[in-house]
Protein backbone atom coordinates (compact mmCIF):
# COMPACT_ATOMS: atom_id res chain seq x y z
CA UNK A 1 0.00 0.00 0.00
CA UNK A 2 1.23 3.27 -0.82
CA UNK A 3 1.82 6.59 0.84
CA UNK A 4 -0.97 8.18 -0.94
CA UNK A 5 -3.60 4.47 -0.60
CA UNK A 6 -2.97 4.80 3.41
CA UNK A 7 -4.00 8.63 3.57
CA UNK A 8 -7.19 7.91 1.61
CA UNK A 9 -7.68 5.41 4.07
CA UNK A 10 -6.89 7.23 7.34
CA UNK A 11 -9.43 10.54 5.85
CA UNK A 12 -11.95 7.72 5.24
CA UNK A 13 -11.23 6.59 8.55
CA UNK A 14 -11.62 9.78 10.45
CA UNK A 15 -15.00 10.31 8.59
CA UNK A 16 -16.41 7.30 9.67
CA UNK A 17 -15.18 7.74 13.66
CA UNK A 18 -17.16 10.86 13.44
CA UNK A 19 -20.30 9.41 11.59
CA UNK A 20 -20.54 6.36 14.50
CA UNK A 21 -20.07 9.44 17.25
CA UNK A 22 -22.96 11.82 15.17
CA UNK A 23 -25.06 9.33 13.60
CA UNK A 24 -24.40 5.91 15.74
CA UNK A 25 -26.04 2.80 14.35
CA UNK A 26 -25.36 -0.83 13.78
CA UNK A 27 -24.23 0.27 9.97
CA UNK A 28 -21.81 3.22 11.16
CA UNK A 29 -20.18 0.59 13.46
CA UNK A 30 -19.83 -2.06 10.94
CA UNK A 31 -18.33 0.00 8.20
CA UNK A 32 -15.96 1.41 10.53
CA UNK A 33 -15.60 -2.18 12.31
CA UNK A 34 -14.25 -3.23 8.85
CA UNK A 35 -12.15 -0.48 8.10
CA UNK A 36 -10.40 -1.37 11.06
CA UNK A 37 -10.10 -4.82 10.42
CA UNK A 38 -8.78 -4.08 6.99
CA UNK A 39 -5.84 -2.11 8.27
CA UNK A 40 -5.25 -5.22 11.06
CA UNK A 41 -6.46 -2.94 14.66
CA UNK A 42 -7.75 -5.42 15.96
CA UNK A 43 -7.88 -4.24 19.56
CA UNK A 44 -9.72 -0.96 18.06
CA UNK A 45 -12.19 -3.23 16.09
CA UNK A 46 -13.18 -5.25 19.12
CA UNK A 47 -13.52 -2.54 21.65
CA UNK A 48 -15.63 -0.91 19.08
CA UNK A 49 -17.78 -3.51 18.65
CA UNK A 50 -17.97 -3.67 22.16
CA UNK A 51 -19.45 -0.15 21.89
CA UNK A 52 -21.83 -0.66 19.45
CA UNK A 53 -23.60 -3.64 21.13
CA UNK A 54 -23.82 -1.75 24.07
CA UNK A 55 -26.11 0.54 22.00
CA UNK A 56 -27.93 -1.98 20.00
CA UNK A 57 -27.30 -5.17 22.13
CA UNK A 58 -29.64 -6.86 19.37
CA UNK A 59 -27.53 -6.62 16.37
CA UNK A 60 -26.44 -9.79 15.27
CA UNK A 61 -24.25 -7.61 12.82
CA UNK A 62 -22.01 -6.24 15.85
CA UNK A 63 -22.06 -9.45 17.34
CA UNK A 64 -20.25 -11.10 13.98
CA UNK A 65 -17.87 -8.18 14.52
CA UNK A 66 -17.06 -9.11 18.10
CA UNK A 67 -16.98 -12.23 17.14
CA UNK A 68 -14.31 -11.79 14.19
CA UNK A 69 -12.24 -8.99 15.93
CA UNK A 70 -12.05 -11.62 18.67
CA UNK A 71 -10.80 -14.15 16.44
CA UNK A 72 -8.44 -11.99 14.73
CA UNK A 73 -6.98 -10.36 17.72
CA UNK A 74 -6.20 -13.92 19.13
CA UNK A 75 -4.91 -15.27 16.13
CA UNK A 76 -2.65 -12.60 16.16
CA UNK A 77 -1.75 -13.22 19.85
CA UNK A 78 -0.50 -16.33 18.99
CA UNK A 79 1.69 -15.39 16.10
CA UNK A 80 3.49 -13.23 19.08
CA UNK A 81 3.56 -16.33 21.94
CA UNK A 82 4.47 -18.54 18.87
CA UNK A 83 7.90 -16.38 17.95
CA UNK A 84 8.58 -16.12 21.88
CA UNK A 85 8.39 -19.93 21.93
CA UNK A 86 10.80 -20.24 19.57
CA UNK A 87 13.03 -17.12 21.11
CA UNK A 88 13.25 -18.02 24.53
CA UNK A 89 11.41 -21.37 25.57
CA UNK A 90 9.80 -21.77 28.84
CA UNK A 91 7.33 -23.21 30.28
CA UNK A 92 5.47 -20.11 30.73
CA UNK A 93 5.84 -18.94 27.15
CA UNK A 94 3.88 -22.86 26.04
CA UNK A 95 1.23 -22.04 28.86
CA UNK A 96 0.63 -18.77 27.40
CA UNK A 97 0.64 -20.17 23.80
CA UNK A 98 -1.88 -23.34 24.46
CA UNK A 99 -4.21 -20.97 26.58
CA UNK A 100 -4.39 -18.82 22.98
CA UNK A 101 -4.69 -21.82 21.04
CA UNK A 102 -7.99 -22.90 23.94
CA UNK A 103 -9.46 -19.70 23.99
CA UNK A 104 -10.09 -20.18 19.87
CA UNK A 105 -11.18 -24.06 20.56
CA UNK A 106 -8.63 -25.66 18.89
CA UNK A 107 -8.30 -28.50 20.98
CA UNK A 108 -5.36 -30.43 19.23
CA UNK A 109 -3.05 -27.80 18.59
CA UNK A 110 -3.61 -27.37 22.54
CA UNK A 111 -2.08 -30.65 22.41
CA UNK A 112 0.84 -30.06 20.43
CA UNK A 113 1.91 -27.09 22.24
CA UNK A 114 0.98 -28.93 25.81
CA UNK A 115 2.96 -32.41 24.42
CA UNK A 116 6.09 -30.01 22.79
CA UNK A 117 6.37 -28.85 26.66
CA UNK A 118 6.49 -31.50 28.56
CA UNK A 119 8.79 -33.19 26.47
CA UNK A 120 11.14 -30.17 27.33
CA UNK A 121 10.24 -29.74 30.61
CA UNK A 122 8.72 -32.44 32.14
CA UNK A 123 8.79 -31.11 35.78
CA UNK A 124 6.83 -27.91 35.08
CA UNK A 125 2.93 -28.19 36.22
CA UNK A 126 1.15 -25.81 34.85
CA UNK A 127 0.73 -27.50 30.71
CA UNK A 128 -0.24 -30.43 32.57
CA UNK A 129 -2.92 -29.61 34.08
CA UNK A 130 -3.98 -26.91 31.60
CA UNK A 131 -3.93 -30.33 29.22
CA UNK A 132 -6.05 -32.13 32.39
CA UNK A 133 -8.35 -29.25 32.33
CA UNK A 134 -9.15 -29.20 28.81
CA UNK A 135 -9.76 -32.72 28.56
CA UNK A 136 -11.45 -33.28 31.55
CA UNK A 137 -13.83 -30.26 29.23
CA UNK A 138 -14.49 -32.38 26.58
CA UNK A 139 -14.67 -35.85 28.84
CA UNK A 140 -17.91 -33.65 30.35
CA UNK A 141 -19.36 -32.59 27.27
CA UNK A 142 -18.95 -35.69 24.77
CA UNK A 143 -18.64 -38.09 27.98
CA UNK A 144 -16.03 -40.23 26.06
CA UNK A 145 -14.07 -42.78 28.31
CA UNK A 146 -11.16 -42.21 26.56
CA UNK A 147 -10.47 -38.50 27.33
CA UNK A 148 -12.03 -38.79 30.70
CA UNK A 149 -8.62 -41.08 31.41
CA UNK A 150 -6.49 -38.36 29.37
CA UNK A 151 -8.07 -35.75 31.70
CA UNK A 152 -7.21 -38.23 35.01
CA UNK A 153 -3.44 -39.30 33.77
CA UNK A 154 -2.77 -35.45 33.16
CA UNK A 155 -3.70 -34.04 35.97
CA UNK A 156 -2.44 -37.05 38.60
CA UNK A 157 0.73 -36.62 36.23
CA UNK A 158 0.89 -32.72 37.49
CA UNK A 159 0.25 -33.84 41.12
CA UNK A 160 3.52 -35.78 40.51
CA UNK A 161 5.61 -32.98 39.74
CA UNK A 162 7.82 -30.85 42.47
CA UNK A 163 4.92 -28.20 42.96
CA UNK A 164 1.49 -29.87 42.65
CA UNK A 165 -0.56 -27.60 41.78
CA UNK A 166 -4.13 -27.34 43.89
CA UNK A 167 -6.19 -27.06 41.56
CA UNK A 168 -5.48 -30.31 40.36
CA UNK A 169 -6.71 -32.20 43.33
CA UNK A 170 -9.88 -30.00 43.29
CA UNK A 171 -10.63 -30.86 39.39
CA UNK A 172 -10.04 -34.39 40.35
CA UNK A 173 -11.99 -34.60 43.25
CA UNK A 174 -14.98 -33.13 41.61
CA UNK A 175 -14.66 -35.50 38.76
CA UNK A 176 -14.47 -38.64 41.19
CA UNK A 177 -17.44 -37.48 42.71
CA UNK A 178 -19.24 -37.34 39.72
CA UNK A 179 -18.11 -40.64 38.50
CA UNK A 180 -19.16 -42.49 42.02
CA UNK A 181 -15.16 -42.78 42.86
CA UNK A 182 -15.78 -41.57 46.62
CA UNK A 183 -12.70 -42.62 48.05
CA UNK A 184 -10.64 -41.16 45.27
CA UNK A 185 -12.33 -38.40 45.60
CA UNK A 186 -11.94 -38.47 49.49
CA UNK A 187 -8.40 -38.66 49.23
CA UNK A 188 -8.25 -35.50 46.65
CA UNK A 189 -9.87 -33.55 49.77
CA UNK A 190 -7.80 -34.99 52.45
CA UNK A 191 -4.83 -33.29 50.31
CA UNK A 192 -7.50 -30.01 49.77
CA UNK A 193 -7.52 -29.93 53.46
CA UNK A 194 -3.87 -30.47 54.25
CA UNK A 195 -3.31 -27.34 52.24
CA UNK A 196 -5.55 -25.08 53.95
CA UNK A 197 -9.62 -24.29 55.02
CA UNK A 198 -12.42 -25.73 52.23
CA UNK A 199 -14.34 -23.12 50.33
CA UNK A 200 -18.17 -23.60 50.12
CA UNK A 201 -18.10 -25.26 47.32
CA UNK A 202 -15.77 -28.15 48.91
CA UNK A 203 -17.32 -28.05 52.02
CA UNK A 204 -20.58 -29.51 50.37
CA UNK A 205 -18.44 -31.93 48.80
CA UNK A 206 -17.01 -33.11 51.86
CA UNK A 207 -20.52 -32.73 53.37
CA UNK A 208 -21.92 -35.55 50.76
CA UNK A 209 -19.17 -37.41 50.70
CA UNK A 210 -19.22 -38.30 54.43
CA UNK A 211 -22.84 -39.76 53.83
CA UNK A 212 -21.65 -42.24 51.62
CA UNK A 213 -19.99 -45.31 52.83
CA UNK A 214 -16.43 -46.29 52.10
CA UNK A 215 -15.70 -48.81 49.44
CA UNK A 216 -16.52 -51.21 47.61
CA UNK A 217 -16.81 -48.95 44.21
CA UNK A 218 -16.21 -50.15 40.58
CA UNK A 219 -12.45 -49.33 39.00
CA UNK A 220 -12.14 -46.22 37.27
CA UNK A 221 -11.92 -47.43 33.93
CA UNK A 222 -14.97 -49.51 34.64
CA UNK A 223 -16.62 -46.06 35.78
CA UNK A 224 -15.50 -44.04 32.99
CA UNK A 225 -17.13 -46.44 30.39
CA UNK A 226 -20.16 -47.08 32.24
CA UNK A 227 -20.63 -42.94 31.98
CA UNK A 228 -19.76 -43.05 28.45
CA UNK A 229 -22.51 -46.06 27.90
CA UNK A 230 -25.48 -44.49 29.82
CA UNK A 231 -24.60 -40.64 28.36
CA UNK A 232 -24.43 -39.21 31.19
CA UNK A 233 -22.86 -38.63 35.27
CA UNK A 234 -24.41 -40.68 37.63
CA UNK A 235 -24.33 -37.43 39.96
CA UNK A 236 -24.68 -34.14 39.36
CA UNK A 237 -21.81 -31.33 40.52
CA UNK A 238 -22.30 -30.55 44.04
CA UNK A 239 -24.48 -27.43 44.96
CA UNK A 240 -23.25 -25.16 47.17
CA UNK A 241 -26.80 -25.12 49.80
CA UNK A 242 -26.87 -21.16 50.14
CA UNK A 243 -26.22 -20.54 46.26
CA UNK A 244 -28.51 -23.10 44.89
CA UNK A 245 -26.85 -22.35 41.59
CA UNK A 246 -24.54 -25.32 40.16
CA UNK A 247 -21.02 -24.27 40.46
CA UNK A 248 -20.34 -24.74 36.62
CA UNK A 249 -22.10 -22.66 34.27
CA UNK A 250 -23.43 -20.60 37.13
CA UNK A 251 -24.84 -16.97 36.61
CA UNK A 252 -23.22 -14.97 39.21
CA UNK A 253 -23.32 -11.21 39.81
CA UNK A 254 -26.00 -8.47 40.86
CA UNK A 255 -28.75 -9.70 38.56
CA UNK A 256 -28.85 -13.10 39.88
CA UNK A 257 -30.44 -12.67 42.99
CA UNK A 258 -33.77 -11.45 41.76
CA UNK A 259 -33.31 -14.30 38.80
CA UNK A 260 -32.85 -16.71 41.53
CA UNK A 261 -36.09 -16.16 43.26
CA UNK A 262 -37.91 -15.76 40.15
CA UNK A 263 -37.11 -19.17 38.78
CA UNK A 264 -37.26 -20.77 42.34
CA UNK A 265 -41.02 -19.41 42.58
CA UNK A 266 -41.70 -20.98 38.84
CA UNK A 267 -39.88 -24.48 39.82
CA UNK A 268 -41.87 -24.78 43.17
CA UNK A 269 -45.28 -24.38 41.58
CA UNK A 270 -46.75 -27.61 41.87
CA UNK A 271 -46.61 -29.81 38.41
CA UNK A 272 -43.43 -27.45 37.23
CA UNK A 273 -40.28 -30.73 37.23
CA UNK A 274 -37.53 -28.34 35.75
CA UNK A 275 -36.70 -24.60 35.23
CA UNK A 276 -33.88 -23.06 33.47
CA UNK A 277 -32.62 -19.51 32.74
CA UNK A 278 -30.02 -19.67 29.97
CA UNK A 279 -27.80 -16.46 29.00
CA UNK A 280 -24.96 -17.10 26.26
CA UNK A 281 -23.14 -20.05 27.83
CA UNK A 282 -24.03 -19.41 31.39
CA UNK A 283 -27.90 -21.01 33.08
CA UNK A 284 -29.49 -20.81 36.35
CA UNK A 285 -31.27 -23.92 37.19
CA UNK A 286 -33.89 -25.02 39.77
CA UNK A 287 -35.90 -28.45 39.89
CA UNK A 288 -34.95 -31.59 38.65
CA UNK A 289 -31.71 -30.61 36.86
CA UNK A 290 -27.98 -32.46 36.89
CA UNK A 291 -26.24 -28.99 36.97
CA UNK A 292 -25.21 -26.59 33.94
CA UNK A 293 -24.26 -29.66 32.10
CA UNK A 294 -27.85 -31.30 31.87
CA UNK A 295 -29.25 -32.17 28.87
CA UNK A 296 -32.74 -30.63 28.99
CA UNK A 297 -30.12 -27.24 28.74
CA UNK A 298 -29.05 -28.31 25.68
CA UNK A 299 -32.80 -29.30 24.19
CA UNK A 300 -34.06 -25.67 25.12
CA UNK A 301 -31.48 -24.25 23.26
CA UNK A 302 -31.86 -26.40 20.38
CA UNK A 303 -35.70 -25.73 20.15
CA UNK A 304 -35.28 -21.71 20.67
CA UNK A 305 -32.45 -21.64 18.12
CA UNK A 306 -34.84 -23.83 15.19
CA UNK A 307 -37.84 -21.99 16.12
CA UNK A 308 -35.88 -19.08 15.65
CA UNK A 309 -35.12 -20.02 12.21
CA UNK A 310 -38.37 -21.39 11.00
CA UNK A 311 -40.18 -17.84 11.99
CA UNK A 312 -37.62 -15.84 10.44
CA UNK A 313 -37.77 -17.72 7.19
CA UNK A 314 -41.62 -17.84 7.38
CA UNK A 315 -41.45 -14.34 7.91
CA UNK A 316 -43.48 -14.03 11.14
CA UNK A 317 -40.63 -11.75 12.97
CA UNK A 318 -38.71 -12.85 15.73
CA UNK A 319 -39.29 -16.36 17.78
CA UNK A 320 -40.23 -15.27 21.26
CA UNK A 321 -42.56 -17.81 23.24
CA UNK A 322 -43.28 -21.52 22.52
CA UNK A 323 -45.03 -24.66 23.77
CA UNK A 324 -43.91 -28.13 22.93
CA UNK A 325 -46.03 -30.60 24.15
CA UNK A 326 -45.78 -34.66 24.07
CA UNK A 327 -46.03 -37.71 26.35
CA UNK A 328 -43.42 -35.97 28.62
CA UNK A 329 -46.03 -33.37 29.37
CA UNK A 330 -44.99 -29.38 28.43
CA UNK A 331 -41.64 -27.47 27.87
CA UNK A 332 -42.67 -23.59 27.98
CA UNK A 333 -39.97 -21.41 26.18
CA UNK A 334 -39.78 -17.75 26.34
CA UNK A 335 -36.89 -16.39 24.42
CA UNK A 336 -35.63 -12.60 23.70
CA UNK A 337 -32.01 -12.15 22.38
CA UNK A 338 -29.65 -14.15 23.90
CA UNK A 339 -31.56 -14.62 27.11
CA UNK A 340 -33.60 -17.63 27.21
CA UNK A 341 -36.11 -19.47 29.90
CA UNK A 342 -37.61 -22.94 30.38
CA UNK A 343 -39.65 -24.37 32.01
CA UNK A 344 -41.01 -28.48 31.41
CA UNK A 345 -44.13 -29.25 33.62
CA UNK A 346 -47.22 -31.29 33.40
CA UNK A 347 -49.91 -30.60 30.72
CA UNK A 348 -52.24 -30.25 33.23
CA UNK A 349 -50.85 -26.74 34.28
CA UNK A 350 -51.96 -23.99 31.80
CA UNK A 351 -49.27 -22.96 29.82
CA UNK A 352 -50.46 -18.95 29.18
CA UNK A 353 -49.59 -18.60 32.76
CA UNK A 354 -46.12 -20.07 33.07
CA UNK A 355 -45.46 -18.23 29.76
CA UNK A 356 -46.50 -14.98 31.15
CA UNK A 357 -44.50 -16.29 33.83
CA UNK A 358 -41.29 -16.64 31.91
CA UNK A 359 -41.62 -13.51 29.61
CA UNK A 360 -41.47 -11.53 33.18
CA UNK A 361 -38.78 -13.58 34.12
CA UNK A 362 -36.57 -12.83 31.14
CA UNK A 363 -37.39 -9.19 30.69
CA UNK A 364 -36.85 -8.08 33.78
CA UNK A 365 -33.50 -9.92 33.25
CA UNK A 366 -32.83 -8.12 30.38
CA UNK A 367 -34.07 -4.47 31.89
CA UNK A 368 -31.42 -5.46 34.88
CA UNK A 369 -28.69 -6.19 32.79
CA UNK A 370 -29.02 -3.15 30.78
CA UNK A 371 -29.20 -1.13 34.12
CA UNK A 372 -25.68 -2.66 34.89
CA UNK A 373 -23.96 -2.04 32.04
CA UNK A 374 -25.02 1.52 32.24
CA UNK A 375 -24.23 1.83 35.70
CA UNK A 376 -21.34 -0.19 35.38
CA UNK B 1 -63.58 -30.82 -2.53
CA UNK B 2 -61.74 -33.63 -0.99
CA UNK B 3 -62.33 -33.97 3.58
CA UNK B 4 -59.08 -32.49 3.82
CA UNK B 5 -59.28 -29.63 1.65
CA UNK B 6 -62.90 -28.85 3.80
CA UNK B 7 -60.73 -28.91 6.90
CA UNK B 8 -58.59 -26.21 6.13
CA UNK B 9 -60.95 -24.16 4.52
CA UNK B 10 -63.09 -24.10 7.51
CA UNK B 11 -59.97 -23.40 9.55
CA UNK B 12 -59.28 -20.46 6.89
CA UNK B 13 -62.59 -19.17 8.26
CA UNK B 14 -61.34 -18.21 11.76
CA UNK B 15 -60.68 -15.10 12.43
CA UNK B 16 -56.36 -14.23 12.42
CA UNK B 17 -55.97 -17.33 10.45
CA UNK B 18 -53.58 -16.64 7.35
CA UNK B 19 -52.58 -20.13 6.18
CA UNK B 20 -52.55 -23.95 7.11
CA UNK B 21 -51.88 -26.73 5.81
CA UNK B 22 -51.08 -30.64 6.35
CA UNK B 23 -47.60 -32.35 5.61
CA UNK B 24 -46.10 -35.46 6.03
CA UNK B 25 -43.72 -35.79 9.13
CA UNK B 26 -40.43 -35.51 6.51
CA UNK B 27 -41.91 -32.26 5.30
CA UNK B 28 -43.78 -33.33 2.35
CA UNK B 29 -46.98 -30.68 1.74
CA UNK B 30 -50.03 -33.09 1.09
CA UNK B 31 -53.03 -29.96 0.91
CA UNK B 32 -52.77 -26.54 1.68
CA UNK B 33 -54.97 -23.41 2.28
CA UNK B 34 -51.90 -20.73 2.46
CA UNK B 35 -54.06 -18.13 0.45
CA UNK B 36 -51.16 -16.96 -1.25
CA UNK B 37 -49.31 -15.59 1.71
CA UNK B 38 -46.74 -18.26 1.98
CA UNK B 39 -44.51 -20.59 -0.18
CA UNK B 40 -45.58 -24.33 0.33
CA UNK B 41 -42.57 -25.83 0.59
CA UNK B 42 -41.22 -23.45 2.79
CA UNK B 43 -43.42 -23.77 5.13
CA UNK B 44 -43.49 -27.48 5.30
CA UNK B 45 -40.10 -28.04 4.94
CA UNK B 46 -39.73 -25.76 7.90
CA UNK B 47 -42.05 -27.03 9.63
CA UNK B 48 -40.29 -30.61 9.36
CA UNK B 49 -37.16 -29.02 10.50
CA UNK B 50 -38.66 -27.28 13.71
CA UNK B 51 -40.41 -30.71 14.43
CA UNK B 52 -37.53 -32.78 13.13
CA UNK B 53 -34.83 -31.25 15.72
CA UNK B 54 -37.62 -30.61 18.52
CA UNK B 55 -37.99 -34.59 18.49
CA UNK B 56 -34.00 -35.44 18.41
CA UNK B 57 -33.13 -32.71 21.17
CA UNK B 58 -35.89 -34.03 23.52
CA UNK B 59 -34.80 -37.91 22.96
CA UNK B 60 -31.26 -36.63 23.24
CA UNK B 61 -32.57 -35.23 26.81
CA UNK B 62 -33.86 -38.75 27.61
CA UNK B 63 -37.85 -37.62 27.10
CA UNK B 64 -39.90 -39.59 25.23
CA UNK B 65 -39.77 -38.33 21.76
CA UNK B 66 -43.23 -38.28 20.75
CA UNK B 67 -44.54 -34.52 20.39
CA UNK B 68 -48.59 -34.09 19.97
CA UNK B 69 -48.13 -30.17 19.66
CA UNK B 70 -45.63 -26.96 19.02
CA UNK B 71 -46.69 -23.77 19.52
CA UNK B 72 -44.44 -21.19 18.51
CA UNK B 73 -45.00 -17.40 18.69
CA UNK B 74 -43.47 -14.74 16.94
CA UNK B 75 -43.53 -10.83 16.66
CA UNK B 76 -46.12 -11.27 13.55
CA UNK B 77 -47.68 -14.47 13.79
CA UNK B 78 -48.04 -17.39 15.43
CA UNK B 79 -47.36 -21.26 13.97
CA UNK B 80 -49.18 -24.14 15.44
CA UNK B 81 -48.12 -27.84 14.13
CA UNK B 82 -50.31 -30.40 15.74
CA UNK B 83 -50.00 -33.78 15.29
CA UNK B 84 -52.64 -35.98 12.90
CA UNK B 85 -51.56 -39.30 12.73
CA UNK B 86 -48.84 -39.62 10.27
CA UNK B 87 -49.01 -36.05 9.09
CA UNK B 88 -49.16 -32.74 11.00
CA UNK B 89 -51.71 -29.89 10.72
CA UNK B 90 -50.07 -26.76 10.25
CA UNK B 91 -51.80 -23.34 10.94
CA UNK B 92 -50.49 -20.08 10.71
CA UNK B 93 -51.88 -16.64 12.00
CA UNK B 94 -50.99 -13.14 12.94
CA UNK B 95 -49.86 -12.23 16.12
CA UNK B 96 -53.33 -11.04 17.83
CA UNK B 97 -54.83 -14.49 17.55
CA UNK B 98 -57.03 -15.88 20.75
CA UNK B 99 -54.48 -18.45 21.06
CA UNK B 100 -57.02 -20.54 23.60
CA UNK B 101 -60.33 -20.77 21.44
CA UNK B 102 -57.59 -21.41 18.14
CA UNK B 103 -56.24 -24.44 19.95
CA UNK B 104 -59.52 -26.08 20.65
CA UNK B 105 -60.35 -26.07 17.00
CA UNK B 106 -57.05 -26.75 15.35
CA UNK B 107 -57.36 -29.97 17.76
CA UNK B 108 -60.95 -30.78 17.03
CA UNK B 109 -59.60 -30.32 13.11
CA UNK B 110 -56.03 -32.58 13.57
CA UNK B 111 -58.98 -35.29 15.45
CA UNK B 112 -60.83 -35.37 12.24
CA UNK B 113 -58.30 -35.02 10.56
CA UNK B 114 -56.50 -38.25 12.23
CA UNK B 115 -59.86 -39.89 12.01
CA UNK B 116 -60.22 -38.97 8.11
CA UNK B 117 -56.67 -39.98 6.56
CA UNK B 118 -56.60 -43.25 9.20
CA UNK B 119 -56.60 -46.39 6.70
CA UNK B 120 -59.10 -49.04 8.08
CA UNK B 121 -57.73 -52.63 9.50
CA UNK B 122 -58.39 -55.44 7.39
CA UNK B 123 -58.87 -59.25 9.18
Known amino acids: MN ?53 FPQSQELRKLRR ?32 LHLELGDFEAVQGVCEECIRRFPNDPSVR ?102 GRLPRSAVQVPAAGVTPQGAIQGGSGGGLRDALANLAGRDG ?17 IKGGRDSFLRATRVIARSSQRAARRMDIGNFNKGVVRGDFGQIC ?31 GSLVQNRFEEETA | MSAIDGILDRLGELPGVRGSGVATRDGMMVASNL ?38 HATHGRLLIEQAGDAVLIVITDQFVAIDDLKRAVRAAAEELHRETMIPETD
Not at chain 1, 20 to 38: H, K, M, R, W
Not at chain 1, 144 to 162: D, K, M, Q
Open chain 1, 272 to 288: VRKATYIRGSKALVKGD
Open chain 1, 68 to 99: FAKKNQVASAIDTARAEVGRTPSPEAYHKLAS
Open chain 2, 35 to 72: QGRFREDAVSGLTSFVVLTTRRALADAGEGPELTSFEL
Open chain 1, 129 to 230: LLLGRAWLTNFYRDLRAREGAAAVEHLERSLETENPPVDAHRLLAELFWRLGADTRSKAHLKALENQGPLDAELTALKAQLQKRPSGGEADLEQLLHRAETQ
Open chain 1, 333 to 363: LCSFGEALAAVECDDRIDSTEILSELQELVA
Open chain 1, 3 to 55: LIQRLKIWKELRRLEQRAQEVPSPSTFIDLGQVYINLDMHERALSLAEDGLAL
